[in-house]
């Protein structure tokens, strides 16, 4: 069966690194989206990709952020200079239309820790 | 702001009861409700989604039933099984389908043989 896939499974940087998180949606699928998690708190929404643009982002979602679909399968997600607080767990998910359903399959995550 | 409260935060129970988890969300405008299921420090897996013309989904021993009108929906675990045990998210998507997931804090469950 098709999956999400992501790497690094875990990564450790130092605050003020760039770092940048790896995804490769399901091949037929057209929408893309990052979240993150941190220890203890709820499933977070920090973009939305579609037809190679952002299509909605959240607060959280700064300019220290930047997303990228570089060659058609993979999807990136940046973060310029890493601060303590970004350490969590980042799952990429992606979607199609299949009789208007929209369901989002997620990736195992990537763990970021900042120290 | 659409909100999303899951009840109860844990619950222990011991193998083979059936047993209800509960999602509430506060704007009814949903696009579709999905529930998923967490393993300690993996990813989700996606359970069941309904659609907001839909009443119910199932799969497996898995039921879940949605009125959207009242803001809510219960994940039903038939004859639950200590490989049952896992966190139970729910999340909720606008109107316009491909938008963001809000999701809830989760029911965290342990099945005990």
């Known amino acids: 069966e098709p999956e999400v896939t992501q790497t690094p499974s875990h990564q450790v940087t130092q605050m003020g690194q760039e770092v940048i998180l790896r995804c490769v949606p399901i091949?037929?699928?057209?929408?893309f989206y990052w979240y993150r998690q941190i220890l203890g708190q709820k499933v977070e929404f920090l973009v939305s990709?579609?037809?190679?643009?952002?299509?909605?982002k959240s607060e959280i979602f700064d300019d220290q952020f930047s997303v990228e679909r570089p060659d058609g399968s993979n999807f990136t997600l940046k973060i310029r200079s890493t601060k303590l607080e970004d350490s969590a767990m980042y799952f990429c998910?992606?979607?199609?239309?299949?009789?208007?359903?929209?369901?989002?399959?997620f990736g195992p995550g990537t763990r970021l820790t900042v120290t | 702001k659409q909100e999303v409260t899951q009840i109860p935060a844990a619950l222990s129970v011991p193998e083979g009861e059936n047993l209800v988890l509960n999602c509430s969300f506060t704007?009814?405008?949903?696009?579709?409700l999905q529930w998923f299921r967490q393993d300690p420090g993996k990813g989700l897996t996606s359970l069941l989604l309904?659609?907001?013309?839909?009443r119910e989904q199932t799969s497996g021993r898995l039921n879940a039933s949605l009125d959207k009108s009242s803001g809510r929906s219960t994940l039903y675990i038939a004859a639950s099984q200590p490989g049952d045990s896992a966190t139970y998210l729910c999340?909720?998507?606008?109107?316009?389908?491909?938008?963001?997931?809000?999701f809830g804090t989760g029911t965290r469950l342990l099945v005990s043989p």
């Open positions: 998910a992606s979607s199609e239309i299949l009789a208007g359903r929209y369901e989002q399959y």
């Open positions: 309904i659609q907001s013309s839909q």
């Open positions: 704007d009814s405008a949903i696009y579709n």
């Open positions: 091949s037929n699928h057209l929408y």
């Open positions: 999340a909720v998507n606008r109107n316009t389908g491909f938008q963001k997931l809000v």
């Open positions: 990709f579609y037809n190679n643009e952002i299509s909605e």
